[in-house]
């Protein structure tokens, strides 16, 4: 079946424009992850929903980054004001969530964001 | 608090040798347990994870991992590599009889193969 998808793969912005990333989780899956990857950072997380409600954002590095997830499918992550910091690797994952635990999360293949 | 640590940065091995890439971890309960492979340009793709039960676990590609409770390690193994296997691999850690929760990765080790 289909996977967890990303678009755009590449974005190139410059400093000071705001930009959007799009996930498509897979189909049923509740839960739905941003993690951002990069050099000197590694993989850090940075909000999970779970329906259309997020209940730990506590990743968000500032108040420039949001997200916001509709009819518990397709979320996008919105940066404002972008940074040359913020250039990384944003990627999603969804997973089932289901009552029990056993949880396990599928990655989209990224964006590579590159702030010049 | 709660972290993942992958030693060993990069590793070479030469194609047909075995493999062992380190993972160790600081939890406040038992977590959830995976390993990730990631190929370059690409996601990560799941190699194999453990919930509980055998603590020898198979995965993808003919991957094992072991864990050790009193070790606190979740050490991924294969007997023979391919070239193919060259790539970034990552351990992480989710929160138990959870129904979803954020996983906390390691650096990554990256592994290189000599023909």
């Known amino acids: 079946g289909a996977g967890v998808s990303q678009s755009p793969s590449n974005k190139v912005t410059e400093k000071g424009k705001d930009v959007e990333l799009r996930c498509d989780p897979i189909?049923?899956?509740?839960?739905l992850y941003w993690y951002r990857q990069s050099l000197g950072q590694g993989l850090e997380f940075l909000i999970y929903?779970?329906?259309?409600?997020?209940?730990?954002k506590s990743g968000l590095p500032s108040d420039r980054f949001s997200a916001e997830r509709t009819g518990g499918s397709v979320s996008t992550l919105t940066i404002q004001r972008t940074q040359q910091e913020d250039s990384a690797v944003y990627l999603c994952?969804?997973?089932?969530?289901?009552?029990?635990?056993?949880?396990?999360?599928?990655f989209g293949p990224g964006t590579r964001l590159t702030v010049l | 608090a709660q972290s993942v640590t992958q030693p060993d940065i990069h590793i070479t091995v030469s194609e047909g040798a075995s493999l062992e890439l380190r993972c160790n971890y600081s939890?406040?309960?038992?977590?959830?347990l995976f390993w990730y492979v990631q190929s370059p340009g690409q996601g990560l793709q799941l190699l194999l994870k453990?919930?509980?039960?055998?603590?020898l676990v198979q995965g993808i590609k003919g991957f094992e991992a072991e864990f050790k409770r009193s070790q606190s390690s979740f050490n991924l193994r294969k007997p023979s590599v391919h070239w193919s296997d060259a790539a970034e691999y990552f351990c992480?850690?989710?929160?138990?009889?959870?129904?979803?929760?954020?996983?906390?990765f390691g650096q990554g080790t990256e592994l290189s193969v000599k023909p």
């Open positions: 994952a969804s997973s089932l969530a289901r009552v029990g635990g056993q949880d396990t999360q599928y």
């Open positions: 189909s049923g899956h509740t839960a």
């Open positions: 929903f779970q329906g259309n409600s997020a209940p730990d």
């Open positions: 939890y406040g309960a038992t977590p959830y």
């Open positions: 453990y919930f509980s039960g055998d603590t």
């Open positions: 992480a850690v989710g929160p138990p009889y959870n129904q979803g929760g954020k996983l906390i």
